[in-house]
Structures are given as structure tokens and as C-alpha cells.
T-cell receptor, first 117, second 115 residues
């Protein structure tokens, strides 16, 4: 199956700093990647849709200036949590759709656990 | 995307079949049924998907009712490693990418496989 690599797996940072999370499709090209956030014992919540070469589309209630998304190539999307605060502590997960595949399955990264002190 | 309804939790004995139900009574004609699962602290894993016909792969079987308003995921011989949250999601079909193909997760079913 297709592989989506997410890095780092976990990160601890101080309040006020910025953190970048990378999502790579290793063996396929993805014009679209999705970023999710998951709080403990809750389901995944879609944050934004990342489109290669264009601006990301954010879900309602998600601050685009706080969560910067860049999708510069067909295999890489990054999420930067700017000026992180403790309430941003969460599990962040990316997914990528394999273009050209019938009925398009989404493949997920292993997630990034962010802890803001 | 159409909403789905799943029981919050289920138990299954190791080695027995696990049958996970899902209701999607408002599904549209161009929407597929997808099943994913998430083991604790990991990203979701694709299991299977289908439109009308029953589907089977190395992981599971998917049974979709004739009116497509509900489906059942079957794990034929559950193991302890199948303990996870199972998500049933309906989504439009297509292969051109874009936000139309996002997956919207509900609360899923926590399947606990007991020894």
C-alpha cells in the first residue's frame, strides 16, 4: 500500500514558539493532502485541505494565520503551528490522496503528538 | 457527506467474528462506504470500501444492504491486535483530488477484542 510519512512523531515546545510538521507521500503523488487534529478520547477533526500549488482551504473555526499550511510539491505538505500555546497541544495527523487511483483512498500518516509547555 | 451512525462500543471474543454495523440512511447514489480503523495513538488505517456490492479483502468483508442504507464490517477471526476504533464514513467517489474527497470522521465504534 501507499505510504505517508509524518515527522516528527512527537514534539515538546515552549509556549510562544512555532512548530513545523511535515507530511510526505513516499511512493505516490498527491495533489491534495488533509490535516486533522485529534484531542484525547475524541474523533479526528478536519482542519484544512492542502492543495499543491495553491492556498489551503480551512474548515470553519480554524485560524489560517495560526496554522500555516504549505503544499509546495506533489509529495510534501507542511503544517506550522505558530506561536503555540498549551491549548494547541494535540495529536496532528495528515492524510494524502493518491491521484489517478480509482475511487481514491486516503492514506494517513502516523501522527504527531504536540505538547506545548 | 452523509452522516453515519455507529454503536459507541462493542466487545468480541478472540478468534470469533466481529460484526460492526453502520447506518447511513441518507447516503447518496454517488457516495461510497469506507471503513477505517485507528489503533491508539496511531493514524487511521484503511480497511475496505464499497458502493453497492459486497466486498472482501485480506482484512475484512463489507456487506452493504440492497437499499444501501446500512452496512456491516466483518472481521472474520478477530485478534487482540484488532482492538481499535472503527470508523464508517461515506464519501463521494472520484479520482481527481480536491476537497470534495475529504473524509469526515464520526465517533466510530471502539471494538475491544477479549482473550
Amino acid at each position: 500500500g501507499a505510504v505517508v510519512s509524518q515527522h516528527p512523531s512527537w514534539v515538546i515546545c515552549k509556549s510562544g514558539t512555532s512548530v513545523k510538521i511535515e507530511c510526505r507521500s513516499l511512493d505516490f503523488q498527491a495533489t491534495t493532502m488533509f490535516w486533522y487534529r485529534q484531542f484525547p478520547k475524541q474523533s479526528l477533526m478536519l482542519m484544512a485541505t492542502s492543495n499543491e500549488g495553491s492556498k489551503a482551504t480551512y474548515e470553519q473555526g480554524v485560524e489560517k494565520d495560526k496554522f500555516l499550511i504549505n503544499h509546495a510539491s506533489l509529495t510534501l505538505s507542511t503544517l506550522t503551528v505558530t506561536s503555540a500555546h498549551p491549548e494547541d497541544s494535540s495529536f496532528y495527523i495528515c492524510s494524502a490522496s493518491k491521484i489517478g487511483s480509482e475511487n481514491e483512498k486516503l492514506f494517513f500518516g502516523s501522527g504527531t503528538q504536540l505538547s506545548v509547555l | 457527506d452523509a452522516k453515519t451512525t455507529q454503536p459507541p462500543s462493542m466487545d468480541c471474543a478472540e478468534g470469533r467474528a466481529a460484526n460492526l454495523p453502520c447506518n447511513h440512511s441518507t447516503i447518496s447514489g454517488n457516495e461510497y462506504v469506507y471503513w477505517y480503523r485507528q489503533i491508539h495513538s496511531q493514524g487511521p488505517q484503511y480497511i475496505i470500501h464499497g458502493l453497492k456490492n459486497n466486498e472482501t479483502n485480506e482484512m475484512a468483508s463489507l456487506i452493504i444492504t440492497e437499499d444501501r442504507k446500512s452496512s456491516t464490517l466483518i472481521l472474520p477471526h478477530a485478534t487482540l491486535r484488532d482492538t481499535a476504533v472503527y470508523y464508517c464514513i461515506v464519501r463521494v467517489a472520484g479520482n481527481s483530488g480536491g476537497s470534495n474527497y475529504k473524509l469526515t470522521f464520526g465517533k466510530g465504534t471502539l471494538l475491544t477484542v477479549n482473550p
